[in-house]
Structure formats: C-alpha cells, structure tokens
C-alpha cells in the first residue's frame, strides 16, 4: 500500500479553477492499497472499507444494482449529470460513460522469437501441429485474423455492450482520426478467402496451432482468444488456437521478449497528440515487440517522423490518415473497440471529476461527508 498524509502548509490559497478547494487538502490520510482479487475489493465496498475501487467490466453485474446515484456523461457540453436510480438508497455513486485516452490491440509478431525452444509455436512448422517463426509475415495470415475477429462480440462480452468501434491505430476525436476511414470488420467468408491464400495454401491444407496468452484475470484479452478461437473452430477444426492464462510478470516478460505469436496490449496517452500514438503504435513500443521487417518499419517512421514535424494542423491530419490508411493495408493489428468509462465510489465521496488526461485520482479535491 501506499499512503499519503496531508501537508498542513499547502501553499495554494487562491483556486487554481473554479470551484477548486484552497490551503490544505480535505483529507488527511489516503491509503491506496493494492488487492488483487476482485472478490475481496468487492467486500471492502460492501463494508464500507473501500471509499472506491477498481470494478473490471466482467463484474459491474455484482455491483451494478448497489448504485444509488448514477452519473451520466454528456459530451455537448461535457458535464455529469446525476440522477437517482431505482435503488435511491444504494450506497454506491457511478459515473459512466466518460471517454477514455487509453486502448487496447492485439498484435501479430512478425518474427516470434523461438531461441531455445518456444512452446507458444507448437512444433514451429505447418504441419498441423504447430506454426513457423514467421507465420504472422505473411499478409493474408494477418488479413485472416482481422476478419476472424468478432468486434460486435467483443463489444458485448469484455465491454458490458459499451464500447465504442474504433478506425486505426488512433483514438476518436485525435487530430487525422476519421470515422469513416478504412477498417475491418467480422467476416468468416473473408477470412477463409485469406486463410486459403496464406503460405500458397499449405495453411489451408495443414492447419495450424499456436498458443495465445494473457495476463490472468485480465478477461477482455481472453475474450480476444475466445473470440479467435471460435472463429477459426467454424472454419475448420483444424485452425487450433489454445488460450493459456499467464501470471503478470511471466505475461510482461514473454511479450517484451516477442515470443507470442499474437499478444495483447494497452497504451494510455501521455500527450493529446496523434504522435503520442503513432510513435508507439507503429515505429515504437508495439512494433519493437512485433519486430516488423525493417522495410516496412522505414516506411513507416518516414510518415511518423513527418506527422511530428508538421506545423500546419491540416497537413499533419492528412499524414495520419496516411498512416490509417497504411495500417489497414498492412494489417498490423486488430485494433479493438475502445471502452467508455466507469468509476464507482461509496457516496460520501464528495470532489471526484473527470481529467482524461489525468490516470490516476486527484485526491486533493475529494472529501468525505
């Protein structure tokens, strides 16, 4: 756990925005404790010993009927609004709704590495039992997996119906983001097309299997497993994808390492910009861990590096649709739908509000009645 203890000499004492508190903070203590396990943070709320807590989306169906108040984002003009629910006298506040500057993907490693054995390959050849190292280098093996993948399904099961269709590698509302730019979308005719053109058709003829892993507990990236695996099932039960829960460490280590043929992974903005994106999304983090062929790599960062040194906003927005564009044709990931967002408190919290920008809680303005 961590704790913080309140500086009885803050030296704020004019507001730093309308509304905003002054001197020392409300609080004197805050405990951020770190528990795991939902089921024990769920009982901390229900007792009272939580003021508020991380509630995963497989979950809200347990704590959704506890809320008294509920907060309803509105984007025009971007306020709350709250009202009481059919339980007035729930104990528990949800704001929801909000849009969220954080993301997930799923990524095909280009090149898996399988130095001293790798068991996430299978048996490293197309023999029905396994995959090469660069199964994920050929495009129509990428292209099968992107309309393999069940966006509508992944909405409903991982994001409690809530999330939003996403263009891209950027998120809605970013500078060169285009609604109506080029995406896939859920269609087995399609992936069967791809998956018979994959390695001049011996993917077709042998099959495949591989193992796709995710941080265990971590139920949205198990339901991109689930999703693929079901997917590939109705095509032909030779497509075998096996889904294997990792601990976090192991999960963190073996995608830094690039050793899953497929791996799941967020970001979170640090600067509302579209380079705060391309730069990780397609020449940085993600394609280091893809290790994407050095040609393709190029061109992409003579885009980025472009979009990052134009000073003129509509020439900067049309070199990101660029880059959508080239995504697309690329297929480097399937890029999942982005998930609104919820936050639930005990409703003697008084202060919290929404900074996108912001991850974590500002507990200088929260108090407690």
Sequence with gaps: EIVLVQNPNYWVTEPLWDGAPTGPAALERVVIRSVDEWGTRFAMMQAGDADFAYVPRANIAQIDPLVGERCEYVADPQDLTCAPTDNPNGPFRLYIGHPL????????TFDINVEGGNPFVGSGTLDGNGIPADFFSDIHVRRAFEYCF???????????????????YLIPGMLGYDPNGPQYYYDLDQCKAEIEQAWDGAVAESGFRFQLGYNTGNTARQTVGSILQASF??????????IVGLPWPTFLSTIRASRLPIFCSGWQEDIHDPHNWAQPELVGTYASRQRMPADLLAAFEEKVNAGASETDSAARAAIYA????????????????????????????????????????????????
């Design 101 to 108: 500057v954080s993301r997930e993907d799923a990524f095909f």
């Design 322 to 369: 660029e880059l959508t564009q080239m995504d697309y044709d690329n297929a480097l990931a399937i890029r999942l739908p982005i998930p609104t967002g919820r936050h639930y408190e005990q409703r003697w919290v008084q202060g919290w509000y929404y900074n996108m920008i912001y991850p974590g809680t500002y507990f200088y303005v929260l108090s407690k009645q």
């Design 233 to 242: 099932q109705a095509l032909d039960e030779k497509y075998q994808i096996e």
């Design 150 to 168: 069940d966006y509508d399904s992944f909405i409903a099961e991982a994001q409690a119906g809530e999330g939003v269709f996403n263009v891209g």
